[in-house]
């Protein structure tokens, strides 16, 4: 089979999509990425795959997007793909409308969660984007032969709102996790001595750390910094970091907000950076606060795998992967006196805080390893 994957940027598929694209490969299928240009890939064409770089804007341009939809549909016309796999708002839009038009044999795509543009919004430019975002997916998912879905709840929001029937959602809870990539035995402890080196951590110190794709409020920003502020007063062996890249969007905190709660033993890094597997791995407690309209966060099961305790919130995706008291704790959105509560919990008892590490590996062995993701998309969402 010819499968195309879609995406809005390079890094993505790498990092997310790897072992997806290696097991197509190994199976003789062949697959071409198609995103823009971007330094990740190198990467993607030493899987093995075809890489044809078309650019995408962020944000919604007619023009543009136009423009991005025709090149799709030539792309999809001259290489006669079996399969076209979108993934992100655009592709799953645009790529899904040029697929049918160049009479692609199988459509799908995936929701990674539903995002910023379907929350709650009080701002009438913010609604008349989400009413526009819902009127596009209803015409391109008409021409879907599968949505793959990584949480219950979206896909309930997108039936309610009618943009696609429930016979053609599909629901795989994350996009699964390499176990043997994020395996705290076989990170090189070196690695770590010159994390904690750079951040200025010393080696006896234990480490709260929350990493987040994007420094925005609803990943929970407040509530970590408050938490930390709280807390790093009274623990002063304790350090509280934060990985979370700096983004423009109207979701973004304020470089002052972060600068009011910056201290000898709080940390943020407001840059991208790839070597996330190492902050997590020096991590005694792993935070997610986010009531951001999530699918199945990866980085809680990257740091499960790792075998860390999480601390979470009861939303959406976020929800999914932690078991209250098992493998962490639950906490319920927007509350910094709770997850105050729960991270000085598990400060006080290192015997908790092995036993739920302990329990997070065996739940994502259970449900969340990779092969396990790989084979349902494989054979429920490509009906190979």
């Known amino acids: 089979m010819k499968i195309a994957i879609v995406n809005n940027d390079d890094f993505s598929v790498l990092h997310f999509r790897k072992e997806l694209i290696l097991t197509l490969i190994s ?3 062949e697959v071409t990425v198609i995103v823009p240009v971007g ?5 993607l064409l030493d899987l093995g795959v075809s890489v044809i770089n078309i650019n995408v804007s962020r944000f919604i341009a007619i023009f543009s997007d136009l423009i991005y939809t025709i090149h799709l549909y030539k792309i999809f016309v001259k290489n006669d793909f079996d399969i076209v796999h979108n993934m992100t708002i655009k592709p799953n839009i645009f790529g899904s409308v040029s697929a049918r038009f160049a009479k692609v044999n199988r459509i799908v795509s995936l929701v990674a969660g539903i995002g910023y543009i379907f929350s709650d919004h009080t701002t009438v430019r913010m609604r008349i984007v989400r009413e526009l975002v819902i009127v596009l997916y209803r015409f391109a998912f008409s021409f879907n032969d599968k949505v ?3 949480n219950q709840d979206d896909i309930n929001d997108f039936v309610s709102l009618k943009i696609l029937s429930r016979s ?9 996790v390499n176990m043997d990539k994020y395996n705290i035995d076989i990170i090189g402890k070196n690695n770590l001595d010159l994390l904690r080196k750079e951040l200025r951590v010393p080696s006896d110190f234990k480490c709260v750390v929350m990493v987040a794709a994007r420094m925005i409020w609803s990943k929970g920003v407040n ?11 009274k623990y002063h062996d304790w350090c509280f970091i934060m990985l979370t890249p700096r983004e423009d969007t109207p979701d973004s905190v304020p470089q002052e907000f972060i600068d009011q709660h910056i201290s000898s033993n709080i940390i943020v890094i407001d840059k991208f950076r790839d070597d996330s597997i190492n902050f997590l791995a020096i991590a005694d407690v792993v935070v997610l606060p986010s009531y951001y309209r999530e699918g199945v966060p990866r980085t809680l099961l990257e740091a499960m795998s790792l075998s860390k305790p999480i601390i979470t919130t009861s939303e959406r995706g976020c929800k999914e992967v932690v078991v209250d008291g098992v493998n962490g704790y639950k906490i319920q959105s927007k509350s910094t006196d709770e997850l105050a509560i729960k991270i000085e919990l598990l400060i006080n008892s290192r015997k908790d805080r092995v036993e739920f590490g302990k329990e997070s590996r065996n739940i994502v062995g259970k449900y969340y ?9 494989i054979s429920e969402l490509y009906d190979l």
């Open 148 to 150: 793959w879905f990584q």
């Open 168 to 176: 053609k959602a599909l629901l795989i809870k994350s996009s699964g």
């Open 27 to 29: 199976l003789g299928h």
């Open 369 to 377: 390893r990779s092969s396990i993701i790989i084979d349902r998309v």
């Open 39 to 43: 330094k990740y890939n190198k990467g």
């Open 223 to 233: 509530e970590f910094l408050s938490s930390a502020t709280l807390l790093s007063r």
